[in-house]
C-alpha cells in the first residue's frame, strides 16, 4: 500500500537495481534525510527537532544508485507519488530506469539539498496522469541547507545537478518536461530528448543558475517564452543555448530574446514551426534562428543524434 523501498536518514552507497515494480499505493523508491536542530553557531537558538538548515552531521542517504528497474503503475492511493522520490539528499544516481504510467512526476526532487545528482539515460512517459502543472521529472527549493558537498567546505550553494541524455514524452498534462519550480538552481540539462509539453525552460520564484543547452525539444507549445511569465522575471545566469525547438503551431515556439532577465543567455537555439516564422516576434540575438518544421523522420533523428 506504501512505497516499494524507502531510504532514512544517514545511508551511504545504497544500490537499488534490477527491480520491477508495479500497483503500489505510493512511491516506488525514495529517500529522506534529516539534519541538525541549531539555527545559529553556538546553537543557542535551537529547533525541537532536526529539521534546521544544517546538513553537515550526514545525517541523509548519500551516493543512492538507483538503475535498470521497470517502474508503472504507483500512486494508487497517494497521487504526489513518483518512480524516485528525495528530500534532504545527496549525489543520487538514476540511470537506465524506464518508468510509465504515474498519477505526478517521475522524478520528484524536493528540495536543492547539497546537490551532486546525475538523471542518466532514463526512459520517462505517461506521468501527470491524475494531476497537472509538474512534469517526467520536477522539484522545488525552497530553503538553502549548509553541506560539504559542492567544494569540501561549508557553503550554501548546492553542487551542480545534472540532467543527461533522457528521453522523456511529456504526455497528459505536463506543463514542462523538466519542471524547475519554486526557485529551483544549480541544474544542467543536457543532451535530452523531450517530447511534447507545454514549455521548455522554467526558471521561477528566483530560480537561477539553470542551464539548458544541446537539447531537442519536439512538438512543444513554447521553448522559451512566453514573454512576462513568471519563469521570465527571475533567472539570474540561466542559460538556454544551442537547442532545436520544434513547435506545434504555425508560427510560434520561441518568445522575443530582446527582453530578458539579468545575466541570462538565450542563443544559437534553432525553432521550427509551420511557417518558417514568428510572424512579426522580433529576435535580437542573430543565432537564434527559425525555420520550417522538419519531417517526423528528421525530429528523431535530431533526437537520437542528441541522445546518443
Given amino acids: 500500500d506504501g512505497t ?38 553556538n546553537c543557542t537558538a535551537k529547533l525541537p527537532f532536526p ?7 550526514g545525517e541523509q542517504p548519500r551516493r543512492t544508485r538507483i538503475s535498470h528497474n521497470l517502474v508503472r503503475e504507483i500512486g494508487l492511493f497517494q497521487k504526489q507519488s513518483s518512480m524516485w522520490f528525495q528530500a534532504v539528499t545527496a549525489q543520487t544516481t538514476l540511470f537506465g530506469n524506464v518508468h510509465f504510467n504515474g498519477p505526478r512526476a517521475g522524478i520528484n526532487f524536493n528540495d536543492g539539498f547539497g546537490g551532486g545528482d546525475v538523471i542518466e539515460r532514463n526512459l520517462l512517459t505517461n506521468t ?17 541547507y549548509i553541506t560539504n558537498v559542492r567544494t569540501g567546505r561549508p557553503s550554501v550553494v ?11 514524452m511529456s504526455v497528459y498534462s505536463s506543463q514542462e518536461a523538466i519542471d524547475t519550480d519554486d526557485g529551483s538552481s544549480y ?10 509539453a507545454a514549455n521548455g525552460l522554467k526558471s521561477d520564484f528566483n530560480g537561477h543558475d539553470t542551464q539548458a543547452y544541446g537539447n531537442v525539444y519536439a512538438f512543444v507549445s513554447n521553448c522559451w517564452g512566453p514573454s512576462g511569465g513568471m519563469w521570465l522575471l527571475t533567472g539570474m545566469r540561466n542559460v538556454f543555448r544551442d537547442n532545436h525547438c520544434i513547435a506545434n503551431s504555425d508560427a510560434g515556439g ?49 533526437g537520437m543524434k542528441v541522445l546518443a
Fill in 128 to 144: 501527470v496522469r491524475e494531476s497537472g502543472d509538474h512534469g517526467p521529472f520536477n522539484s522545488w527549493d525552497r530553503l538553502p
Fill in 51 to 57: 529539521v534546521g538548515p544544517d546538513g553537515r552531521g
Fill in 158 to 168: 548546492p553542487a551542480w545537478r545534472h540532467i543527461r541524455r533522457n528521453l522523456m
Fill in 187 to 196: 541544474y544542467k540539462a543536457y543532451s535530452n530528448f523531450f517530447i511534447y
Fill in 254 to 302: 520561441f518568445d522575443s530574446d530582446c527582453v530578458k532577465p539579468t545575466n541570462l543567455t538565450v542563443t544559437g537555439n534553432t525553432v521550427y514551426n509551420r511557417k518558417g516564422s514568428l510572424d512579426g516576434t522580433k529576435l535580437c540575438d542573430p543565432t537564434n534562428v527559425v525555420k520550417l518544421v522538419p519531417s517526423d523522420d528528421a525530429v528523431i533523428a535530431l
Fill in 4 to 41: 516499494g523501498v524507502f531510504l532514512s536518514g544517514y545511508n551511504r552507497d545504497a544500490t537499488i537495481s534490477g527491480n520491477e515494480v508495479s500497483f503500489v499505493g505510493d512511491n516506488a523508491f525514495a529517500a529522506w534525510g534529516s539534519t541538525g536542530e541549531c539555527l545559529n553557531a
